[in-house]
């Protein structure tokens, strides 16, 4: 069983995200300071943390980049609503994923296991990935959705690649865009709109109201699966 | 006056001991040594009583020594050119050190004058430094006010209220005129000298606009003099610069209260944003595992939801109240918005059909997607509350811009009503059924202005709500 450590100074929120962990069948350890969370990861009985931004003792964005310096373990960051800046920051610094509080039990167990997925994949760049209904062949360029083949443009499909190797993880519209376009096009969001809208007409049942591909306002994009 | 005729009365007495003292010894003295004693009263007097009291020495000394000593004695009669040269020696002494006697006394005079016009300058100065800055400038008027007759400062920037403490039409000219040149004005100047107060620039001459010192005309009559009015001159820029000190202070002052409250209210929105959520979440959590299997808990849950986006409207409406809104522009795709929106109001009453016309081929549209993401929850949050059984969100493409219609089949927007609506707090008489915050049309208008977008409720061709808000479309070339 994988073991999550819970990092929040609020000790109902402890309760209540030992709870979520349990029920989505990992072992929850829960400590309410950054000290504490250190000495836990120096242990290596970790697997995943859920990371509360605002401890008492440390900046939570800081201990991420102290985290990311030696360990590759998946963080998944507990935040408010309102700060965009601090989510897109704390994923740029290196955490995987994060929920807004009041957070759902679900879309944070979620969250979870999509980033442990990535902690655990073997590295290589799997030429064969899938994702809910979409199939890709990254060396072929073939892509099926619901087993139906679907014609993509370069710049589509390159997109697409990069939201199914995320895996369900959100990226942001930097990263899409540093990764597809090149760094030079960090801010032309105007570039990944016009592509995730024709990726949505060929890949979703309703264009417009989309369930796989999810954007969340200010932040990024990520594949849900609608099943 | 009294020291001069008492210089006199010196003159005559030091005149009548040497003219007694000689006639007495003259057998002893001879002639010649007999008038060298005369130069002495004038000596004496000369110093201390200036040209007058010398010259009476000088010709009562002649006088005696004609009549007492000379022969024929007893007579003004002169013998022998040696006796007139006595006379005029005489005299010739006692203008001469009158003369230098005066420009000694005058010489002294001033640098006492500027001895005391340092002592009040430094008394002045240590006036102005001691204790609060506006105490300090009224401290040093009452000291002006003590020795130099009452003293007032007149305020440029408030001239037009002073108008009518006490000064006359006269006196405000020269006020004006000392005011927007630089000059010195009124009594005792040459500029309007007629007038009762006289007026001192406060600060230097090339500014173009100043605050006066106004003093008042000495009592008694007398004419201010030119010594004096220089003397105050230099106290009243002295006032000036206390005065720009204190008016620094007290920018400095306020912009330090101001930073504080801001402060205050960033701490405010962050400890809204930040520490409520907590509790919040914690309730939100524990009735999400209730909420499957009882009811009461489904409903607590909806609740508790509500509660989460009125505090969002709580925070928004002090950003919008603190002006801490700086919207970004970006390219934003509505569908986006308005799939984020749905998932955000999470379950909607089962009464409600949510019905969505939003076409996927619209264009970008251009704005700052997380406060547009807040205007969308508000407005159809709104018209959940109000509708009977629909709710619609559509857009369409409009020349530049997109529109974005909300609409419900609700009791509809009173036409009185549609500007009022977006007051915060507004509530429509008898239309509002259950509680919002009271803030989220107020909000929906505060971010919508932010961005340069323009909202309004509208007139619903069947009935009910509408809201109607304009988006500019995405400039660029599509690439």
Sequence with gaps: MKRVLVVDDEPAIRRLLSHVLERGGFTAAAVASAREAMVELAHDRVDAMLLDLGLPDRDGLEMIAAIRATRSIPIVVVTARGDTAEKIAALDLGADDYVTKPFDGDELLARLRSALRRAGSSGARDSALHFGPLRMDAERHQVTCRDESVALTPREFAVLEALMRADGRILTHAALLEQVWGKAHVNDIDYLRVVVRALRLKLETDPSSPTLIRNEPGIGYRLVDPA | ?479
């Design chain 2, 1 to 479: 006056m009294r020291g001069t005729s008492a210089s006199y009365l010196l003159a005559v007495t030091a005149v009548v001991i040497v003219a007694a003292v000689t006639s007495v010894w003259l057998q002893l003295l001879g002639t010649a040594s007999a008038a060298l004693l005369f130069l002495l009263p004038v000596l004496l007097v000369a110093p201390r009583g200036g040209v007058g009291p010398a010259l009476t020495a000088a010709a009562g000394g002649a006088l005696a020594y004609n009549f007492f000593l000379l022969p024929p004695r007893f007579t003004f009669r002169v013998h022998g050119l040696d006796n007139l040269v006595s006379v005029f020696v005489l005299f010739a002494v006692a203008l001469v050190m009158s003369r230098l006697a005066t420009a000694l006394k005058t010489r002294e005079a001033e640098a006492e004058a500027r001895a005391s016009a340092n002592a009040a300058a430094a008394e002045f100065s240590a006036l102005l430094g001691k204790g609060e800055p506006l105490d300090a400038v009224d401290n040093a008027l009452a000291w002006l006010g003590r020795d130099y007759g009452e003293a007032r400062i007149v305020a440029f920037d408030r001239f037009s209220e002073q108008q009518e403490t006490g000064f006359s039409t006269l006196d405000l000219s020269a006020a004006a005129w000392a005011m927007h040149n630089g000059d010195r004005t009124g009594h005792g100047t040459a500029i309007m000298p007629a007038a009762e107060w006289t007026f001192l620039p406060m600060s230097l001459r090339h500014r173009a606009s100043t605050d006066l010192l106004a003093l008042a005309r000495p009592a008694g009559g007398e004419t201010r003099n030119e010594l004096e009015l220089t003397q105050v001159q230099a106290l009243a820029r002295l006032l000036g610069q206390a005065r720009d000190r204190s008016a620094l202070d007290e920018a400095r002052r306020e912009r330090e209260r101001l930073e504080d409250r801001d402060a205050f209210r960033r701490t405010l929105l962050a400890s809204l944003a930040h520490d409520f959520r907590t509790p919040l979440t914690v309730v939100t959590g524990e009735l999400a595992k209730l909420a499957d299997t009882d009811e009461g808990a489904a409903q607590a849950l909806m609740a508790a939801r509500r509660l989460d986006r009125m505090m969002d409207d709580l925070v928004g409406a002090a950003r919008i109240e603190s002006g801490a809104l700086s919207p970004r522009s970006e390219a934003t795709d509505l569908i986006d918005i308005v799939a984020d929106v749905r998932e955000a109001l999470g379950e909607i009453p089962a009464s409600i059909r949510l019905v969505q016309q939003v076409g996927a081929t619209l264009p970008l549209i251009e704005a700052d997607p997380v406060l547009l993401r807040h205007i969308l929850i508000n407005l159809i949050d709104n018209a959940i509350r109000h509708a009977r059984s629909t709710v619609e969100i559509g857009a369409r493409a409009a020349g530049q811009s997109v529109e974005i219609i909300v609409r419900d089949d609700g009791p509809g927007i009173p036409a009185d009503d549609r500007a009022r609506i977006f007051e915060r707090f507004a509530r429509v008489e008898g239309g509002d059924r259950s509680g919002g915050s009271g803030l989220g049309l107020a909000i929906a208008r505060g971010f919508a202005d932010a961005m340069g977008m323009t909202i309004a409720a509208e007139e619903e061709g069947g009935g009910g709500g509408r809201f109607r808000l304009a988006v500019p479309a995405w400039k660029t070339d599509l690439r």
